[in-house]
């Protein structure tokens, strides 16, 4: 069972569980004429609001530029799930950059999520927040890769995942699916869009200005004083931070190169039954499996199952997204048949290439930080923190991370995008074939 779905207007935020939970929100202006700033933010979204945030508890003069609604990108589409690190591991940043290079990464795997935390409580943000998060395991294989993953990450000081088998797992999971697991105790999950707006809120009250429906169409940062332009106005500022992920669109042509955009889609579910929750996750955590194309799930606040999965390169939304996941969610829990399916959305994450996140600068005072590569939640507020710094005068951190090389998507975006489905394709089925 389907309801029937909800359309809401462009530049108010999609219709999902989340933005149908949130109550009537606070109206921005516009913006309107030209402003002057210390800082302009471009990105009313989770690497927008972190990087303000730092900046202006340093005591700078902040503006930030929204395109549409705070959190109404991917901050406020996404399955909510903290989890801790990078999309490419370890193993991988070590093969690829040298052993340095993963210390680093290894001592910052958990500061995206324990930044959240530190602002949950310093701002007092009310955003559903749960603790841990599990990995589930559909083979041998994944097993062997998660029991990889727990060893490597106690080499870089990180000891609080738990592996299980296949009973222990059922104590959290109430699906015969699994083979086994790898619980992470420092993991969580939460609300996506309230912490959104709880930052946004923090912004404004550390004296940050935001404007929404204020979409950046042109920068131009040749000057000694980068300019952002919208339809209605521009801000002149002393530093530009670009923040727009996979909805910046062709505003800044020189990062387009860069990442792709990927569309993912989540449904939520009817509010279940307190027996129903206990039934399919009787300790509350968040899942995700260890496929290429994963799916991920929990239960929000008022015990809707939110479910997500699947992709499709370029950023396209997909026609029928019950038609896509409500199946891979009954393969799981065949007990929600008859469950109706309340809600369904798109949203677009950036994947970079080398699955890596990147920050950089394309003039001395303009700055950028994007590709987050499905791991957005955690890695956005480490990777604003460490804006933040930079612009302050700190370059310890993000000179490691800024000198990190990139590669363009072979092809372009247009091509790079069928680059990726070829290239999903084939792990998709390795996994099918347990390879």
């Not at 202006?29 to 990105?43: K, M, N, R, S």
């Not at 930030?64 to 940043?93: C, K, P």
């Not at 959290?172 to 939460?190: K, N, P, Q, T, W």
């Not at 990927?262 to 129903?276: M, W």
Request: with cysteine; net charge neutral.
């Amino acid at each position: 069972m389907v309801a029937p779905a909800r359309v809401n207007a462009p530049e108010e935020h999609v219709a999902s569980a989340y933005a149908a939970s949130v109550g009537v929100l606070p109206e921005r202006p516009q913006l309107q004429g030209e402003v002057t700033a210390d800082i302009c933010v471009i990105g009313g979204g989770y690497s927008g609001l972190s990087t303000a945030i730092s900046l202006l508890e340093k005591g700078h003069q902040v503006i930030v530029l929204e395109g549409a609604r705070i959190g109404w990108g991917a901050s406020g589409r996404n399955g909510g799930q903290v989890v801790n690190g990078f999309n490419a591991g370890l193993d991988t940043i070590t093969r690829r950059y040298g052993d340095d290079t993963a210390a680093f990464f290894g001592r910052h795997l958990q500061e995206g999520g324990k930044i959240i935390r530190q602002r949950i409580e310093k701002y007092g943000i009310d955003c559903d927040l749960k603790e841990k998060n599990l990995y589930t395991a559909f083979t041998k294989k994944h097993l062997l890769e998660l029991e990889a993953k727990q060893a490597l990450w106690r080499r870089h000081g990180m000891d609080d995942h738990e592996m299980f088998d296949r009973a222990s797992i059922r104590q959290h999971v109430g699906s015969d699916a699994y083979l086994g697991g790898m619980i992470d105790h420092s993991g969580a999950h939460l609300h996506p869009l309230k912490l959104a707006l709880g930052e946004a809120a923090a912004v404004e009250s550390l004296g940050g200005r935001i404007f929404e429906q204020s979409r950046v169409v042109s920068v131009d940062y040749s000057g000694p004083q980068p300019v952002a332009k919208t339809a209605a106005g521009q801000v002149r500022c002393k530093n530009l931070v670009i923040c727009g992920n996979a909805y910046l669109g062709k505003a800044v042509p020189a990062l387009l190169p860069r990442i792709l955009p990927v569309s993912t889609q989540v449904l939520a579910t009817e509010p279940l039954s307190d027996e129903q929750a206990r039934d399919i996750l009787p300790t509350d955590v968040c899942v995700e499996d260890c496929r290429y194309i994963l799916d991920y799930f929990r239960l929000s606040a008022d015990n809707r199952l939110i479910f997500g999965g699947g992709v499709l390169y370029g950023g396209r939304d997909a026609k029928d997204i019950a038609a896509r996941i409500r199946p891979n969610m009954l393969k799981i829990f065949p007990q929600l048949k008859n469950v109706r399916i309340d809600y369904t959305w798109n949203g677009n994450f950036a994947l970079s290439f080398s699955r890596v996140p990147q920050l950089g600068q394309l003039s001395n005072h303009t700055w950028f930080a994007h590709g987050y590569s499905g791991h957005g939640v955690t890695g956005s507020h480490f990777y604003g923190k460490v804006l933040a710094d930079a612009i302050h005068g700190d370059l310890s951190q993000y000179n490691v991370l800024a000198g990190l090389p990139w590669l363009p998507f072979p092809g372009g975006r247009l091509f790079g995008a069928q680059y990726s489905a070829i290239g999903s394709f084939y792990y998709n089925l390795r996994d099918k074939l347990g390879f």
